[in-house]
């Protein structure tokens, strides 16, 4: 198993740019979270899906856009870029066969900075 | 709303002495608790956590993590601190029977000295 798998690993943008955060698990989890990680603020959930074809917003989800169409996928996009976007994005995934129980795995992670 | 605070941003600790990482949280009914640590320029990694039953949890690397319902804590402990500890620890909450996502603590900074 890859487990859960992003990328770029980094990615440089300018002020307006779109771009699209890739990511994926092969573990056949049905729930699946973006996090942005900044210094001093740990984790904040962006948006989540429960399953293919559901998604919820999370704390932060202004300027991000997702869709869940396969199980295996969930890519984030940045609609226009901001540089108060720039961080550490990660995704996880979970699966719901324990009823919150479970533990969620991470990616490694894509470092964004926006100019 | 739950909620997750690690009061001390860094913890130093001389090699070999026992450390202890803090976290208290806040959430309606029986909480779900976890930890995890991070490497610099890695994602998250599991560590432990807490469902149920002993309130002493054991986990990876020779962690352990006990949960005290009547303070809300749930603190993580090793006996003996490895130069290697060093590195990023999250504290994390759900509510016990949810599907909702966790929420993280602000992360402590561990620092194991030699």
């Known amino acids: 198993n890859a487990g859960v798998t992003q990328t770029p690993k980094f990615q440089v943008l300018k002020t307006g740019q779109s771009m699209t955060l890739q990511c994926a698990q092969d573990?056949?989890?049905?729930?699946m979270s973006w996090y942005r990680q900044d210094p001093g603020m740990g984790l904040r959930l962006i948006h989540y899906s429960v399953g293919a074809g559901i998604t919820d917003q999370g704390e932060v989800p202004n300027g991000y856009n997702v869709s869940r169409s396969t199980t295996e996928d969930f890519p984030l996009r940045l609609l226009s870029a901001a540089p108060s976007q720039t961080s550490v994005y990660f995704c996880?995934?979970?699966?719901?066969?324990?009823?919150?129980?479970?533990?969620?795995?991470f990616g490694p992670g894509t470092r964004l900075t926006v100019l | 709303a739950q909620s997750v605070a690690q009061p001390e941003d860094q913890v130093n600790v001389a090699e070999g002495n026992p450390l202890t990482v803090k976290c208290t949280y806040s959430?309606?009914?029986?909480?779900?608790l976890f930890w995890y640590v991070q490497y610099p320029n890695r994602g998250l990694q599991f560590l432990l956590k807490y469902i149920t039953g002993d309130n002493l949890v054991k986990g990876s690397y020779g962690f352990e993590a006990e949960f005290n319902k009547s303070q809300t804590s749930f603190h993580l402990k090793k006996p003996s601190a490895l130069v290697s500890d060093s590195a990023l620890y999250f504290c994390?909450?759900?509510?016990?029977?949810?599907?909702?996502?966790?929420?993280f603590g602000s992360g402590t900074q561990l620092t194991v000295l030699p």
């Open positions: 959430v309606s009914g029986n909480p779900y």
């Open positions: 996880a995934s979970s699966s719901a066969l324990g009823g919150g129980t479970d533990t969620q795995y």
């Open positions: 573990m056949n989890h049905e729930y």
């Open positions: 994390a909450v759900r509510p016990s029977g949810s599907a909702r996502q966790l929420t």
